[in-house]
Structure formats: structure tokens, C-alpha cells
């Protein structure tokens, strides 16, 4: 036993020091001036800032194809390098009670924060809460009066439990109504994207002020008393489009072991142009973005000399992450092109291109998440070469499950992650031009992107060659998060 393990020990001593000349020679083609050419054509103001399902996302994903197509890929979409699929932008419509010709307006008189519509105008029940008596309230609205804002949630999840189809708080407090209605109406407004149909039973929630409670029951605000109902009509709608929009594929297949798949991942959609300002996304996810093109050419400039990959990779750049992860959760939860149990790894760049305030002093470094989480295997051999080929400090503060940004969950990695599929998630933190159109390209470090770059591409290297897969060894129970 002991001299095995004495024996495997030198191995791993020898190997940790070894360094593989045919990985360095492909990986001294990812440079910086490559990476720059690319980024400052993404994140150009010609690219409009890649929102979802508009021009600039399709001229990216036309541009992203080519690059495949230019390194021979195979286009593992039924012959096609985008995986096209719609979503639904929904906008908010009519909303307004009616008791006769005298209407309360949406977004003038109150607030509507639902995803659900009714059937064209419905007549109500409003009903008062009774909060000293648990009461039925199946098929009604219920109305809180409150003071202020606080303890919400918990009131709706109460009247839901209750039966209600809608809560409607009235506050009492006229200035915060004010600053409430002003602040989320112009949000609340805008088209959102998602990809599920539309939830008519999820509850409807009404904020309005003293005044709507006084219209609604035909009452000053003081006779208002628990159990008083109402009667008025009821109508919110909302006007539904598909939108289409793409992830991109590019696939090397392996020369050995060609049915077992690395996939590298960035997303190269952003947030768009918002108040008129177009936001380039230059590192979020531009900088992600031009990385996966130039590993891919990497990998491709090796697979021409006969050194391909023993296992298969494919490249994706995914869209709608900004929408909520919605592209990489289209690849594993509806269409995954390549089966989820035969994908080894997921290597997912979001954000590599700035130096954040907490390293101003050596920008050699690259936050790492989720690494160690499924796979300890994976963690070691990350950390292996880095310690062999590009000695960055490799920062886990953000990997810690009690770290309130909650970055594990926050990009496209997740989507693999929990289907049991191990990732690392490459990360250099965030900055004071986080989704803002100043995140511009003339920010970027291109020296400290090359060596991050290099970093991922020896660690899929290693993932894609190495003789045995990498093992899943620690799958966790998900906690229950309580909020
Ligand atoms: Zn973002």
C-alpha cells in the first residue's frame, strides 16, 4: 500500500513540474494584440451592446460563427453553428380598476408588479384583511392598509396561502407611495424576455395609497375596517411577442475519445442601449467572448499539426445570460446538443479583462468559483497548472458559500453545475463600470487577459487529454435557502 502510494506521489511531484512543450507552443498563439483586435471590433458601438434578440446580438453571433467556420469547426447544430430558439418579450399593457366611467390608472394611481393578466375585465372582490382572524380567501383580492412598504412579501405569501388571487397594499404614507410608484413604474414598464409561457396563477400584487383604498370602498380612509368588501372591475393585460435569438456552437471532435465533450463557455450578449447610451459590454462579457475565439483557435492551430484533443470540445458562446442565464439553460435543461453525462467539464469566462481595487497592486490574478465544488479532482488539476504554466494568484474569496454576492450562481456555469457537470467559473470581480455604457474596450488589460486565457487553455488542455475523465466526487445536497 504505502509504496504505491510513495510511487504515485513521485508521479504526481514529477508531473506538477514537467511541462508539456506542445500545450505552451499552442498556447503562446493566444495573445494580446489577438484578443484586443477581436474585442474592439464586439465592443464597438456598431455592436450596439448586444442585447438579446437585438441587431447588434446577431451581427456578434455572425461574427463569432465565422470565427468558427474560418477554424473549421464543425457546425454540430444540424449543420448550423447557432442553436436558434425563442423567447418571450412581454410588455405590460392596460392595467386600471373601473368602478363605471371613473378609472384608476396603472402606473399613474398604482403600481402592478405581476406577471399574470386577467381575461380581458374582470369584475373583483376586494376584501379588507382581517390579520386577527385567519380567514378564507379564496377568489379574492385582499386589501392591506400599511403604513409603509416593509414585510410585503410575507403579507402576499400569507394571502396566497389563503386562497387570494391578488393582494392589494394601500400605504399610508403618501410620500413613500410618491418615491415608491416613481422609482419601479418606469422599470416595471419595460419589455422584460423569458422563456417560460405566461403563469396566470401566480398572485397579482397591487401597491396603491390612502386615496385608491378611499375610491375602491366608498369610504374615508378611517371608516375602513377589517372584513369590508368591495366590488369594482378589474383589468391588466399584457402584449406578448417571440423573440428569436441564438447561442453559438463550434465543435472539435476528439481523436481519441470523441463522445466525451469539455465545453467552453462565455456569454457574448450584454445589456444593450438604455436611456440612449450604448452599453459596449467590453468586459462583461466581451472580454469572455474574444477568450473562448482565441482558445478555439488554439485548440484548432493544434488539431492541424495532429495534436487535436483526445476528447471532443465544444466552444459555445451563449446568449440571454443578461436575461437570466436563459441561452446556457436553453443548452442543458431543453436542447443539450451533446449529452449532459458525457460533458466532462465546463470552463465558463465571465469578466476576465480589468483588474479590480482589491488586486491594484498585482493584477496577476483571476477569482476562480466553483472549482473545488463537484469535482476536487478538477480544483487539483486547476490548481496544477496554474502552478505549472502561468503562476496567477488564484483568489477563492468568492468561491465561499457564504459570500453574499452569490457569484456560483450568477452565470452560465450554474446551468451545468446543477446537472452535476463539474466547473470552474473565471472571474476578475467587479468594478465601478459594471453595466454601464463605460465599460469600454481602451479599459481593458489585454497583458493580464492573455495570462488568464492561457491559464484556461492549459486547464482544458489538461481536461481534454488527460487518460481518465475527471471524477464527480462531491455532489451536495442543495441547502434550502431561506428568504
Ligand atoms: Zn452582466
Known amino acids: 500500500m504505502r509504496k504505491i502510494t510513495y510511487v504515485i506521489g513521485l508521479f504526481v511531484a514529477f508531473g506538477l513540474l514537467a511541462q508539456d512543450k506542445t500545450a505552451m507552443?499552442?498556447?503562446k498563439t493566444i495573445t494580446a494584440d489577438d484578443l484586443k483586435a477581436h474585442l474592439s471590433i464586439l465592443a464597438s458601438d456598431e455592436y450596439e451592446g448586444r442585447e438579446t434578440g437585438k441587431k447588434g446580438q446577431k451581427m456578434a453571433a455572425k461574427y463569432i460563427a465565422k470565427h468558427f467556420e474560418s477554424l473549421g469547426f464543425e457546425a454540430p447544430v444540424d449543420g448550423s453553428y447557432f442553436q436558434k430558439f425563442d423567447l418571450t418579450e412581454a410588455q405590460i399593457g392596460s392595467v386600471y380598476f373601473r368602478k363605471g366611467d371613473d378609472k384608476k390608472i396603472g402606473f399613474e394611481d398604482f403600481v402592478y408588479y405581476s406577471s399574470s393578466e386577467t381575461s380581458g375585465e374582470e369584475y373583483i372582490k376586494a376584501v379588507i384583511a382581517d390579520e386577527e382572524k385567519s380567514e378564507d380567501?379564496?377568489?379574492?383580492?385582499?386589501?392591506?392598509?400599511?403604513?409603509?412598504?416593509?414585510?410585503?412579501q410575507a403579507k402576499a405569501e400569507k394571502a396566497k396561502e389563503a386562497g387570494a388571487v391578488g393582494v392589494i397594499i394601500t400605504l399610508e404614507d403618501d410620500q413613500e407611495f410618491e418615491s415608491f410608484i416613481t422609482r419601479y413604474s418606469p422599470y416595471l414598464k419595460r419589455p422584460s424576455l423569458r422563456m417560460e409561457g405566461r403563469d396566470n396563477e401566480s398572485t397579482k400584487l397591487i401597491i396603491g395609497d390612502k386615496a385608491m383604498a378611499e375610491w375602491m370602498f366608498d369610504k374615508t380612509y378611517d371608516e375602513i375596517s377589517a372584513g369590508d368588501e368591495s366590488q369594482v372591475i378589474f383589468n391588466a393585460d399584457y402584449l406578448d411577442r417571440p423573440v428569436g435569438?441564438?447561442?453559438?456552437?463550434?465543435?472539435?471532435?476528439?481523436?481519441?475519445?470523441?463522445d466525451e465533450v469539455l465545453v467552453i463557455t462565455s456569454h457574448y450578449d450584454h445589456v444593450g442601449i438604455i436611456n440612449g447610451e450604448i452599453h459596449n459590454g467590453a468586459d462583461d462579457d466581451g472580454s469572455g467572448t474574444v477568450t473562448v475565439l482565441e482558445i478555439a483557435e488554439a485548440f484548432s492551430t493544434a488539431a492541424a499539426k495532429n495534436k487535436g484533443p483526445k476528447r471532443s470540445i465544444l466552444f459555445m458562446t451563449v446568449t440571454g445570460e443578461e436575461k437570466g442565464l436563459l441561452g446556457s439553460k436553453y443548452y442543458t435543461d431543453t436542447d443539450p446538443i451533446f449529452p449532459l453525462e458525457n460533458t466532462v467539464a465546463n470552463l465558463n469566462i465571465d469578466m476576465v479583462g480589468r483588474v479590480d481595487d482589491a488586486h491594484a497592486e498585482n493584477s496577476?490574478?483571476?477569482?476562480?468559483?466553483g472549482s473545488d465544488k463537484l469535482s476536487q479532482e478538477l480544483h487539483n488539476l486547476s490548481e496544477e497548472m496554474n502552478k505549472t504554466y502561468t503562476n496567477l494568484?488564484?483568489?477563492?474569496?468568492?468561491?465561499?458559500?457564504?459570500?453574499?454576492?452569490?457569484?456560483?450562481?450568477?452565470s452560465d456555469h450554474y446551468n451545468f453545475a446543477k446537472n452535476n457537470v463539474p466547473i470552474i467559473f473565471y472571474f476578475?470581480?467587479?468594478?465601478?463600470?459594471?453595466?454601464?455604457?463605460?465599460?469600454?474596450?481602451?479599459?481593458?488589460?489585454f497583458?493580464?487577459?492573455?495570462?488568464?486565457?492561457?491559464?484556461?487553455?492549459?486547464?482544458?488542455?489538461e481536461l481534454a487529454n488527460r487518460a481518465e475523465r475527471i471524477k464527480v466526487d462531491k455532489i451536495k445536497e442543495e441547502k434550502v435557502s431561506g428568504d
Open 393 to 410: 494568484e488564484l483568489d477563492y474569496t468568492y468561491n465561499d458559500e457564504n459570500d453574499p454576492n452569490q457569484f456560483y450562481k450568477r
Open 447 to 461: 497583458e493580464t487577459m492573455e495570462k488568464r486565457a492561457r491559464l484556461v487553455f492549459h486547464t482544458g488542455w
Open 245 to 258: 435569438t441564438e447561442n453559438v456552437l463550434g465543435f472539435l471532435k476528439g481523436t481519441e475519445k470523441p
Open 428 to 445: 476578475n470581480g467587479t468594478h465601478e463600470d459594471y453595466h454601464k455604457p463605460t465599460d469600454t474596450v481602451d479599459k481593458i488589460d
Open 137 to 152: 380567501y379564496t377568489g379574492k383580492y385582499v386589501v392591506y392598509t400599511a403604513e409603509k412598504l416593509g414585510g410585503l
Open 25 to 27: 507552443k499552442y498556447a
Open 364 to 369: 496577476d490574478y483571476i477569482y476562480l468559483i
